[in-house]
């Protein structure tokens, strides 16, 4: 005659204890709190990099419009200035909700290197946007406001947002995260 053998429950005993506990489960049933936290944390942090990355955005097209068709035509003829003068101003309105609120957990103590981090970063992505507008205002020569705006301000920005994204995380906002 066979015999069904199946083994006994086991128990495990922490040090320093005697009392014996259940095994808490596999390995990878533990991570998995600990992934949905880390989960949770990053789309926190994209909605508020998008949060300041809006208000910014605000900043740069309205100043670049008012500069370029506003009253007294400030910059009309010069579409690539008027969009390196109201980029200056978004980035430090930038610095300053990135810097405060979303990576405020990762910000370093040394101001200086990372606003200038975040300024060369954002050289980069206005890089990116000033491409944009000058292929289309010069080589396709859409000179519309509406071109103009779809270029600099809607194709640019979405590519240079991915990258100063991923910039600011990777060279601008390097201290390891406080807890909480």
């Known amino acids: 005659m066979t015999s069904d053998v199946r083994p006994a429950a086991t128990a ?11 095994d808490p489960g596999p390995a990878p049933r533990r991570g998995l709190a600990a992934r949905r936290a880390a989960l949770v944390a990053r789309v926190s942090e994209l909605l508020r990099f998008g949060t300041v990355g809006g208000v910014a955005f605000v900043v740069d097209t309205g100043l670049f419009n008012l500069l370029r068709f506003g009253p007294g035509g400030l910059l009309d003829d010069k579409p690539l200035t008027a969009k390196v ?49 000058w292929f289309s ?5 859409l000179r519309t406001p509406l ?16 990258f ?15 807890d909480a």
Request: charged share 15%; aromatic share 12%.
């Open 137 to 141: 205002h010069y080589i396709l020569d």
């Open 85 to 133: 003068v109201s980029v200056a101003v978004a980035t430090i309105v930038a610095w300053l909700g990135n810097r405060y609120w979303t990576f405020a957990d990762r910000r370093t103590e040394t101001h200086l290197r990372e606003f200038l981090g975040f300024v060369v970063v954002n050289i980069g992505g206005m890089a990116i946007a000033l491409g944009c507008l």
């Open 147 to 162: 071109a103009d705006n779809i270029s600099a301000n809607g194709v640019g920005l979405v590519l240079g947002m991915v």
């Open 12 to 22: 495990t005993t922490s040090p320093g204890s005697s009392q014996g506990t259940e």
């Open 164 to 178: 100063r994204y991923l910039a600011y995380r990777t060279f601008v906002f390097t201290a390891a995260p406080k």
